[in-house]
C-alpha cells in the first residue's frame, strides 16, 4: 500500500521551474484538477515576472460543515504561519476559488535546499489549508487539552458535499468517517478492504498504531446528525487518536494520513479492481490459447507416416470391409 504525498507534484514541478527561470519572463495561465475535486490555478504575467498568483478552490462544503470567509477555521493563520511575508493572502479571491495567494518569487531563499523546502511547502497548500481545523485540535490534544468553544462533534469537509467527523476530548479524539461510494462494485470492494484493515491493526507489529474500528451504522455520539450526513453505503471507519500519535513530528503526518483517508482507499480500491480485471483477462487469454490447441486437424492434411494421405472411416464402413 502508498500513502498519497502532501505535496501536489505538479505545482511543485511548476514552482521548481518557475524560479530558475524568472527573468525569462514566460507567461503562465494553468488550470488542473486533483483528488477530491481540489482546483488550481496558476498565473505569471510577463509584465511582473517575479509575481506568482496561486488560487485553490477546495471541495463544496456539506451544510454541517463550517467556513469562515470561504475557508475552514484556523486556515488563515495556518497560512501566515507557513509561509511567512513571502506570501500574501489576497481579499477577495480570484472568482470561482476559495483562496488566491500572491507569492512574491524574488523572496523565496536563495540556497538551493531551502528554496526547495519552501517551494515544497508552497505545493502542499491543499494540506495547509484543508488540514488547518485538524491541526488546531490535535494540537490541543498533545497538551491533554480541548481548545475552547469547540463543539462536542466537528464537521471537516473532505470531498464535496461530504465530511468526517471529530470527536474532541482532552484525551483523545475519535474521527470518524461515512464511506460513500457511487459505484456498488466498488463499494463491495471498499467493505471488504476496510475489514481487512481492522483486522491488520490487530497484528503485533502495529499495537502503537491507532485503534480502528468499522460498523454499518455509525457512533452513537453522531446521533444527533441529519440523516443525510451519515448516508453511507460501506459502513462507517473510526480511529481513535491519542496524544502520542501526535507528538513532535509525528503530527504533521497524522494530519495528511486523516484529512485523505476516503482518497487512501479510494486509490487501493481501484487499484485492486484493476489488478482483478487484468487477472481475468490474463486467463481468458490463457482459455483461448487452451482451446486453440484442442482443435482438431482438417482431416485431408492427416498423413501416415510413409507421408500418404488416409481417409478416416465410419463405424459403418469398417463393418462393411471386415465381411468384404
Not at 470567509?69 to 472568482?95: H, N, S
Amino acid at each position: 500500500m502508498i500513502l498519497l504525498q502532501s505535496h501536489s507534484r505538479f505545482l511543485l514541478q511548476t514552482l521548481l521551474n518557475r524560479a530558475q527561470n524568472i527573468e525569462k519572463g514566460v507567461e503562465l495561465d494553468h488550470h488542473w484538477v486533483e483528488f477530491d475535486d481540489v482546483r488550481y490555478h496558476i498565473q505569471v504575467s510577463m509584465k511582473n515576472p517575479h509575481i506568482l498568483l496561486l488560487s485553490v478552490s477546495l471541495p463544496t462544503p456539506s451544510s454541517e460543515t463550517i467556513f469562515v470567509c470561504g475557508l475552514p477555521f484556523g486556515a488563515i493563520e495556518a497560512i501566515k504561519a507557513t509561509y511567512g511575508g513571502i506570501v500574501q493572502i489576497l481579499d477577495p479571491p480570484k472568482d470561482g476559488f476559495n483562496l488566491t495567494l500572491k507569492i512574491n518569487l524574488s523572496k523565496i531563499p536563495a540556497n538551493q535546499e531551502q528554496r526547495h523546502a519552501f517551494l515544497v511547502k508552497v505545493a502542499s497548500v491543499r494540506e495547509v489549508v484543508l488540514g488547518a481545523p485538524l491541526r488546531v485540535i490535535l494540537k490541543h490534544l498533545a497538551s491533554r487539552t480541548v481548545a475552547p468553544d469547540m463543539d462536542p462533534v466537528v464537521a471537516l469537509v473532505h470531498r464535496p458535499k461530504e465530511s468526517f467527523f471529530l470527536l474532541p476530548q482532552a484525551d483523545k479524539v475519535t474521527v470518524v468517517y461515512p464511506m460513500r461510494f457511487n459505484d456498488s462494485i466498488d463499494m463491495v470492494l471498499a467493505t471488504s478492504f476496510l475489514q481487512e484493515f481492522v483486522e491488520a491493526r490487530r497484528t503485533a507489529g502495529l499495537s502503537n498504531t491507532p485503534p480502528c474500528s468499522w460498523s454499518h451504522t455509525p457512533p452513537l455520539e453522531l446521533k444527533e446528525l441529519p440523516a443525510d450526513a451519515l448516508s453511507a453505503n460501506a459502513g462507517f471507519v473510526s480511529f481513535v487518536i491519542f496524544p502520542r500519535h501526535v507528538e513532535g513530528p509525528k503530527l504533521d503526518r497524522t494530519v495528511w494520513s486523516l484529512s485523505t483517508f476516503h482518497a487512501y482507499v479510494s486509490y487501493h480500491v481501484k487499484c485492486s479492481e484493476g489488478f482483478m480485471h487484468t487477472r481475468m483477462r490474463r486467463r481468458v487469454e490463457t482459455l483461448i490459447q487452451a482451446l486453440d490447441r484442442a482443435k482438431p486437424e482438417p482431416e485431408d492434411s492427416k498423413k501416415t507416416s510413409n507421408n500418404r494421405s488416409f481417409k478416416r472411416l465410419s463405424l459403418k464402413d469398417s463393418r462393411v470391409n471386415s465381411f468384404s
